[in-house]
């Protein structure tokens, strides 16, 4: 089960919104940690949003996104 899940974080966070992340705005720096993705202070709503459409789009539901 872990592998799968594992496998699924991956393809969401790297294969769908970092992938639109680079493809629609390249300018945003972005960097990946496991299921986290961390940017710089002025484009967090923007990666926020992406991660709540994406979801949306990937599950069928939204994900519970937390600022740190």
Same mark, same amino acid.
């Given at each position: 089960? &872990?592998?799968?899940?594992? %496998?699924?974080?991956?393809?969401? +966070? @790297? =294969?769908? +919104?970092?992938?639109?992340? +680079?493809?629609?705005?390249?300018? +945003?720096?972005?960097?990946?940690? #496991?299921? &986290? ?5 002025? #484009? ?7 991660? @709540?459409? *994406?979801? @949306? &789009?990937?599950? =069928?539901?939204?994900?519970?996104? %937390? *600022?740190?």
């Amino acid at each position: 089960i &872990a592998y799968i899940t594992q %496998e699924i974080e991956s393809d969401f +966070v @790297l =294969g769908t +919104v970092s992938k639109r992340i +680079v493809s629609d705005r390249p300018e +945003v720096p972005i960097f990946t940690i #496991h299921d &986290a993705i961390y940017t710089t202070r002025e #484009h967090v709503e923007y990666v926020y949003q992406v991660m @709540l459409e *994406e979801s @949306l &789009a990937y599950f =069928g539901k939204t994900i519970r996104v %937390e *600022e740190e």
